[in-house]
């Protein structure tokens, strides 16, 4: 996710090659980058890195968040800004190890096609101009939502979560037509996967609402109308459990997260 954030930003040019200086535990994973832009430098260390830098994206796992902050946060800068992509690592946790401007990222795999959306929430110690910064900088990865920490989990699975979630669907759908088919399983998921493509754009390019789809397309009595009743039907409750468990997910994710971040600050005798 990372890589996808850095080359998006660079493909847009919101940011300069030289500018960039990256600190991973992984090296060889930069070469194609690198050989784009062989003006992006590697740092030595992450301790390295939080000396020389004043933004630093955070692109880790939400556990091996809670050690990076512990490894660097006595080499933070005094204008460091802090921006996170760690899921279930909350605001306040962060600022148990450093008490400035923070920055919450939630990107998605959609950023590669430079559409859907990156989710965003600041601290108190964010300013108008350095918020207004980051959010042009995302922007290169579509379509940028400010949102409510207390949100962000809901919302995760709707934007992060999301291009799974909906090519599950797809997919079970394609599988569906197969078993009471002779269509082939490229076939079926060919014609969901170009329909989900045409729907997506009467939704959001023509703003056509989901109750005017439904008038031009399920006649009252007709077939669709059949198969949106059942829908209507059987997906409140799917999508309530898929929620709550989600939720429940992230829970444990950030008590997990949250113990780990006790360790590190208190480790005991």
């Not at 890195?49 to 692109?59: P, T």
């Amino acid at each position: 996710m990372g890589s996808m954030i850095v080359n998006g930003m660079l493909e847009k040019k919101c940011i300069s090659p030289e500018a960039v200086l990256i600190s991973t535990r992984h090296p060889e994973t930069l070469a194609a980058l690198t050989g784009k832009y062989p003006s992006v430098r590697v740092a030595e260390s992450n301790r390295s890195l939080a000396r020389k830098c004043s933004r630093i994206l955070l692109c880790t796992k939400p556990l091996d968040a809670v050690r990076v902050l512990s490894e660097i946060s006595g080499d933070l800068r005094p204008d460091t800004h802090i921006v996170s992509i760690a899921a279930c690592l909350p605001l306040e946790r962060i600022a148990r190890f450093f008490p400035g401007p923070v920055t919450r990222v939630v990107p998605s795999l959609t950023g590669e096609m430079q559409a859907g959306v990156t989710l965003l929430c600041h601290n108190a110690r964010v300013s108008r101009k350095a918020a207004q910064e980051i959010e042009e900088l995302f922007s290169a990865l579509g379509t940028v939502v400010v949102i409510d920490e207390e949100n962000i989990d809901v919302a995760t699975d709707l934007t992060s979560c999301g291009p799974a979630l909906i090519a599950v669907l797809m997919e079970e759908f394609a599988r569906a037509a197969v078993r009471h088919s002779t269509l082939s399983l490229e076939q079926a998921r060919a014609l969901a996967v170009s329909t989900l493509s045409g729907t997506a754009r009467l939704l959001d390019e023509q703003g056509s609402p989901t109750g005017t789809i439904l008038r031009r397309v399920a006649t009252p009595g007709g077939i669709t109308e059949e198969g949106v009743q059942q829908l209507r039907s059987d997906m409140p409750r799917v999508y309530d459990t898929l929620i709550q468990r989600t939720l429940a997910k992230y829970e444990l994710r950030k008590a997990d997260v949250g113990a780990e971040g006790d360790r590190l600050l208190d480790p005991g005798p």
